[in-house]
């Protein structure tokens, strides 16, 4: 799970970000944090559509490797 600090820095800092749910590649979400709460994520991707997304998921820089589940 994605701590507090680890949240609040990809926020300020305006980082893209992965969100990898599963193993197929298409299914990534990709955006920036919004806001989050003890359980979830909010996203907004570049559509400017927001997701809310389970904060158990693998949130990672978009410049980073893809990690595989």
């Not at 800092?13 to 909010?42: C, F, K, P, Q």
Request: hydrophobic content about 40%.
């Amino acid at each position: 799970m994605i701590t507090e600090e680890q949240l609040d820095r990809y926020r300020v800092e305006g980082t893209a970000l992965r969100v990898v749910r599963d193993n197929i590649e298409i299914n990534d979400v990709l955006g920036i944090v919004v806001a989050w709460d003890a359980e979830s994520v909010v996203i907004r991707k570049r559509n400017r559509k927001v997701v809310k997304l389970s904060r158990s998921y693998i949130y990672e820089p978009v410049t980073a490797p893809r990690s595989e589940i």
